[in-house]
Each structure stands twice: as structure tokens, then as C-alpha cells.
């Protein structure tokens, strides 16, 4: 299984035209790189807290969804379409390509310490990330901002009707981005949880407020 996702990366890879995703261990053969995983429901402040943090402790924010929607709007992607209907659907992209995405921003970076913002999403997300970085980076722990659905699900509608751009900012993306969150990514959190590296957030608050919880979270 895991052998034919190798193979899989490996053609989405050069597909997208990136280098290999082992050029990243090379490139930081003396330090691994940092990662910290930036989870929780849509609407929940990730984006917003993570260029706070950028601000404040000088990490680079990889966030999956933009690099998809980037891929997505790049001319002559052979993934566009696929990836549009998976965030129109609702539902998680395959992970070969968002692994590819995200391998290639790190490897363009000149830094070491990144915020990883909206994946892993799911299992198969976990696996492939597991597999292919695995041994070239260092998770420190899964930053989980923590919201109800009816408090994401205002501020998502509010941001689409702000003229966000979005094609995912409205009730019936919402719905289902939801339902997969629900089923997949809480699985997650629960499993970096049982090895002590999730540091809940309670994202309900003010921005600012919010954000006072973060920093004691990098502590």
C-alpha cells in the first residue's frame, strides 16, 4: 500500500513539475525542520492566529487550503478541476497532491520552523504525511483551535458575504466541510492527543484574546 502512495507522490510530484519530496531532508540534513500543525473547524481563526504567530515567533505559515486553491487557479493544471470539486464538495483532496504542495513550499522556504495550517485532515492524510516526511521533519505539537459549529458556520458566511472569494464560503460547502470534520479530522486530534502534542485553544474569543492563549501555548 504504502509503496504505490510513494509511487503516487512521485508522479503528482513531477506532474506539478516540484523536485523530489527527499530534497527537503538534503537541504536540512543538520536540522530537521519544525512543524507544528494548525487544526480546527472552518471559521475558527486558524488563518488569523497564524500570521499573529508569524508576527510574533517568526515561523512560516504553509496554509493547505491556499496552496490548493493556488494550484487550483495555476493555467494548465492537470489537478484544477479535481481540486475544485473537492472544495466545492466539501471532501479532502487526495493526499499525494497536497503532500506535493506542501513538500515543495517547505523546500523553497529558507527557514526551518513552519505552521502547517489544515492538514492533516484525516487518516490518509496522516499516513502519506507519515510515510513520505516523516523522518524529514519535527512535529512539536498540533495547535488545535476549538469552536462550535454555529459560531464557524456565522463567521465563514460573514467572510463570504464580505467578498472573500471563496467558493467554499457558503451554507451548503459549510455544511459538508463540517460533516468531514467532524468525521475525519477530530480523529486526528484525538490521536496526536493520546501522545501529548495537542495544545487546545478555545477559539470562541476575540482575536486578540485568543491569541494571549496561543502565545502561552509556545511557552
Not at 497532491?97 to 489544515?118: R, V
Not at 512535529?139 to 463570504?160: A, H, I, K, P, Y
Not at 493520546?194 to 487546545?200: E, P
Request: with cysteine; net charge neutral.
Amino acid at each position: 500500500m504504502f509503496g504505490l502512495l510513494t509511487r503516487r507522490i512521485g508522479c503528482v510530484t513531477s506532474s506539478l513539475g516540484f523536485r523530489n519530496i527527499t530534497n527537503i531532508k538534503t537541504k536540512m540534513s543538520v536540522e530537521l525542520p519544525n512543524v507544528i500543525f494548525v487544526l480546527g473547524g472552518p471559521g475558527a481563526g486558524k488563518g488569523t492566529q497564524c500570521a499573529k504567530i508569524v508576527e510574533k515567533f517568526q515561523y512560516v505559515h504553509l496554509s493547505a487550503g491556499d496552496l490548493l486553491r493556488e494550484e487550483r487557479n495555476t493555467p494548465g493544471s492537470a489537478y484544477g478541476e479535481l481540486i475544485e470539486n473537492h472544495i466545492r464538495n466539501g471532501s479532502i483532496v487526495p493526499v499525494e497532491i497536497t503532500c506535493s504542495l506542501l513538500a515543495n513550499a517547505m523546500e523553497k522556504s529558507d527557514q526551518n520552523k513552519f505552521l502547517i495550517d489544515g492538514f492533516p485532515r484525516n487518516k490518509d492524510n496522516l499516513d502519506g504525511w507519515q510515510k513520505e516526511m516523516g523522518d524529514k521533519t519535527n512535529v512539536q505539537f498540533v495547535l488545535f483551535f476549538n469552536c462550535s459549529q454555529e459560531t464557524c458556520m456565522d463567521r465563514c458566511l460573514q467572510r463570504g458575504a464580505a467578498g472573500s472569494g471563496r467558493s467554499d464560503d457558503n451554507e451548503e460547502s459549510l455544511k459538508k466541510r463540517f460533516q468531514t470534520y467532524v468525521k475525519d479530522t477530530m480523529a486526528i486530534i484525538e490521536y496526536y492527543e493520546a501522545l501529548g502534542l495537542v495544545r487546545k485553544i478555545d477559539a470562541s474569543q476575540s482575536p486578540d484574546q485568543v491569541f494571549e492563549d496561543v502565545k502561552k501555548a509556545f511557552e
